[in-house]
């Protein structure tokens, strides 16, 4: 969603790389090195138009749909539904290169809780039948690809004790190259617990 590195002109108004945040909390990016903490969430929404190749659509609109009902994905303003989609590991892994991201908070995991599985995009394909591992640039590049899924055994529970979650955190850890080290699992600040940095 970002003005510059994003799917042009369907993105947010602003830069949302983590050296922009020096900017706006007025300290100087080039003397201090803080940490950098993406927020992500265990699935993805958009707002609006633009390319979105993980969207349920069609044949998955009902599984779209159970998500935008679980996951409240409405406007907060307008009440417009969000589009919803599987987490793309694609387009994630493009946001930690470029945003510099050094670790991540994965939050609204709770929403894929008790389903049979869920999937997530490791890869893409292009209209040659190519596959792509590597984001496209520019918005008309990305409506011409196909996600191409793994499917994940789905978990009980996203809390810290649940195997088939954490080996699911694990598989998204290895694709992007950075730990996730929180993980949100309810609308309250309390429903969040720290899994440590990895190594």
């Not at 599984?63 to 793309?88: C, S």
Request: hydrophobic share 40%; net charge positive.
């Amino acid at each position: 969603m970002d003005i510059d590195h994003g799917t042009y002109p369907y993105v947010t108004s602003s830069n949302t790389v983590g050296l922009s945040s020096a900017i706006g909390a007025g300290v100087p990016a080039l003397v201090r090195k803080a940490k950098i903490v993406g927020i992500a969430k265990a699935y993805l929404t958009r707002v609006g138009s633009g390319p979105f190749p993980t969207e349920l659509l069609g044949e998955s609109f009902a599984m779209g749909e159970k998500i935008r009902q679980l996951g409240a994905e409405f406007g907060a303003t307008t009440g417009r539904p969000r589009r919803t989609g599987w987490l793309d590991l694609v387009a994630l892994k493009y946001a930690v290169d470029r945003a510099g991201i050094d670790e991540i908070a994965l939050m609204k995991s709770d929403i894929l809780d008790g389903f049979s599985e869920v999937c997530f995009a490791t890869s893409y394909q292009d209209p040659a039948g190519h596959l792509l591992k590597t984001f496209p640039i520019g918005p008309q590049a990305l409506a011409q690809v196909k996600p191409v899924y793994q499917t994940h055994q789905g978990w009980k529970t996203s809390l810290q004790d649940d195997s088939v979650f954490q080996k699911y955190i694990e598989i998204i850890e290895t694709y992007v190259g950075v730990p996730v080290t929180w993980v949100g699992h309810g609308p309250d600040r309390s429903a969040v617990y720290f899994r440590g940095v990895r190594k």
